[in-house]
């Protein structure tokens, strides 16, 4: 599944193809995905131009001055940019291809999604005012997601701090690969209650956020001129981990084991020796 740096990658990858361009036409070919595509985007879109490409949670948000559009990539989705000086013509839309949007120098982005949990949507006006990215918690790279802010959130809180980390009221987009590993490299065990962690932990584990999400954003910087004619699943980075997924192997750092345990529906990895 895409996770924020997957999704902050796309967002640099896609950019500098899309930004100031004009929109020639907006091709739907299955709009049911996780909400139906809205059938006024191929009447809507012609004519306007990008204004910008960001993101915003894992939404990327093209803005277009009249409105925005919105795209998530679900639970498997990728975008690519097909350009005519690669030679796109003699690449014909595959089964999963649902969406593309046609800018008038002939580049396409294409949306290739085969679980269909995606989507793309129309906000009219400024796209973070769109019901879905309201109410969201910090971003984790920006400053607004501080260790003072979240030791702040938490007090009387008796809520696992892996839960709260990955609660998008109160911090957006990390997912459970980097909340186990943050939570390993600031050494806190993942059922502690978030309202018993004093603010140094949380200036630790604040740090380990940023740090994490930011080595898998560097780690997909590599795959970046790919998203020019690739097959689009290159954008989902694999990378060595300290315990997700690691249960029963030795850890990195002491050689316990690594314990696995359930926490609301998802799965936690840590050392008992190195996280308390
Ligand atoms: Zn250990």
């Given at each position: 599944m895409p996770e924020l740096p997957e999704v902050e990658t796309t967002c640099r990858g896609i950019a500098p193809h899309l930004t100031?361009?004009?929109?020639?036409?907006?091709?739907?070919?299955?709009?049911?995905?996780?909400?139906?595509?809205?059938?006024?985007?191929p009447s809507l879109l012609p004519?306007?131009?990008?204004?910008?490409?960001?993101?915003?949670?894992?939404?990327?948000?093209?803005?277009?001055?009249?409105?925005?559009?919105?795209?998530h990539l679900g639970m498997s989705g990728s975008l690519r940019i097909l350009s005519a000086k690669s030679g796109y013509d003699s690449e014909?839309?595959?089964?999963?291809?649902?969406?593309?949007?046609?800018?008038?120098?002939?580049?396409?982005?294409?949306?290739?999604?085969?679980?269909?949990?995606?989507?793309?949507?129309w906000h009219a006006g400024d796209g973070l005012q769109h019901p879905l990215l309201l109410n969201l918690g910090s971003e984790p790279l920006t400053a607004d997601f501080s260790a003072a802010q979240l030791?702040?959130?938490?007090?009387?809180?008796?809520?696992?701090?892996?839960?709260?980390?990955?609660?998008?009221?109160?911090?957006?987009?990390?997912?459970?690969?980097?909340?186990?590993?943050?939570?390993?490299?600031?050494?806190?065990?993942?059922?502690?209650?978030?309202?018993?962690?004093?603010?140094?932990?949380?200036?630790?584990l604040v740090q380990a956020v940023k740090q994490t999400l930011q080595l898998a954003i560097e780690a997909g910087g590599s795959t970046l001129r790919d998203f020019v004619h690739s097959d689009g699943s290159s954008g989902y980075f694999q990378q060595q981990y300290w315990v997700y997924g690691?249960?029963?192997?030795?850890?990195k750092k002491c050689a316990g084991i690594i314990k696995h345990i359930r926490q609301g529906q998802r799965s936690s990895y840590y050392c008992p020796s190195c996280q308390h």
């Open positions: 100031g361009k004009t929109i020639a036409q907006a091709v739907i070919r299955n709009s049911r995905l996780r909400w139906p595509v809205p059938d006024e985007l004519g306007l131009t990008i204004r910008s490409v960001t993101r915003r949670a894992k939404y990327l948000l093209l803005d277009c001055d009249a409105g925005a559009l919105l795209i014909l839309p595959q089964k999963h291809d649902h969406f593309d949007l046609v800018l008038r120098d002939q580049t396409i982005l294409r949306l290739r999604d085969p679980r269909r949990f995606g989507a793309v949507l030791f702040e959130k938490t007090r009387g809180s008796r809520t696992a701090i892996k839960q709260t980390l990955m609660n998008h009221h109160v911090v957006v987009g990390v997912g459970n690969i980097y909340a186990n590993e943050a939570l390993f490299l600031a050494g806190i065990n993942p059922k502690t209650a978030a309202g018993r962690i004093a603010l140094p932990r949380y200036e630790i690691r249960t029963g192997q030795l850890c």
